[in-house]
């Protein structure tokens, strides 16, 4: 049964270009928290952005992020097993010298929905001064007390802070929960200095990926995902706000994204055999596998943000 209007879901225009002029393009469920309810994607007949329409409200919307949501991930350091500290610090150092190598110089970097800070402690690690937005309270309480950063609890519009202010302004897997995305960016704007560096990782609905497994790609994430942003569209949607997008790359959760498409295609055309699933869990998490993998997500696939994961790098324009 369809989604309909209550008072936990909006109709809502086209959250980038405000037109009211859509089509549909799938119905889906939550694949990773399985639930009877639907939700409709459809793609503006104007700008061609994908949106969530009806959507959840902002009240409504907490309901679909449990405990157990994944970016509420403990310290590096307090992960049992030593496999995964390894998997995670590399991951980490990633993200960390891409934003580090990217920048012209060390300074202030601000992290948009910063979670449980792991990235923030891994810049700081870096030299950078770091300072984070949450607004999950026990996500941004976590962040504080673990690693004793600087993090505002709430909304990046009500933080206040100082225009051109920040040298490096980091959005990981942010922007897609974003009910207004435009009201974000025009702030992210305001805080960049002359320059200054965006960077933000979203999911790419263009993706190799996402053509080939439809509507059991995980980058959807029905719910929570309200906008999806084409690579091309977003170029555009950005330099509406002075942000010019210098690269575009695909380095990161990509064959993670992959291995949880596939399961949940598995599910659906009626592999639920705990055998089968096992099995096909263990081939696609082997080493072999995974050093073939980082061949591919490490080459063709990050020259030409072919990835499911975009990492996009913008600059703030100077001043006239």
Wanted: charged share 20%.
């Amino acid at each position: 049964m369809s989604t309909v209007a209550t008072p936990q879901f909006e109709h809502t225009i086209c959250p980038m270009c405000g037109n009211d002029n859509n089509v549909l393009l799938f119905e889906g469920s939550d694949l990773l928290h399985s639930a009877a309810e639907r939700f409709r994607l459809v793609t503006c007949q104007v700008c061609g952005h994908i949106y969530q329409n009806p959507r959840p409200t902002v009240t409504g919307i907490s309901k679909y992020y449990p405990e157990n949501y994944l970016p509420f991930q403990k310290a590096i350091e307090d992960e049992p097993f030593w496999w995964r500290r390894i998997d995670r610090r590399y991951g980490r150092y990633r993200r960390c010298i891409a934003v580090h190598n990217a920048a012209v110089h060390k300074g202030r970097l601000l992290d948009v929905g910063c979670a449980t800070g792991i990235f923030l402690d891994g810049m700081r690690q870096f030299g950078w001064q770091v300072q984070g937005v949450e607004p999950v309270p026990s996500a941004a309480e976590y962040a504080r007390v673990r690693f004793g950063l600087d993090v505002f609890c709430g909304q990046l519009e009500a933080a206040n802070f100082p225009g051109r202010s920040f040298d490096v302004i980091t959005l990981w897997d942010v922007l897609e929960h974003v009910h207004e995305p435009r009201l974000l960016l025009a702030e992210i704007a305001r805080l960049l200095r002359p320059g200054g560096l965006l960077i933000l990782s979203l999911p790419n609905p263009d993706s190799l990926e996402a053509r080939l497994l439809g509507r059991f790609w995980i980058g959807w994430d029905l719910p929570r995902h309200l906008n999806l942003f084409r690579p091309q569209l977003l170029k555009l949607q950005l330099a509406r706000f002075g942000l010019c997008v210098t690269n575009i790359r695909s380095f990161t959760a990509g064959y993670a994204v992959l291995v949880m498409s596939l399961d949940q295609y598995l599910r659906a055309v009626g592999h639920n055999n705990q055998l089968i699933t096992r099995m096909v869990k263990v081939i696609m998490n082997s080493l072999p596998l995974r050093l073939l993998a980082k061949l591919y997500y490490d080459g063709p696939a990050n020259w030409y943000n072919l990835s499911s994961i975009m990492v996009v790098f913008a600059e703030r324009k100077l001043d006239p």
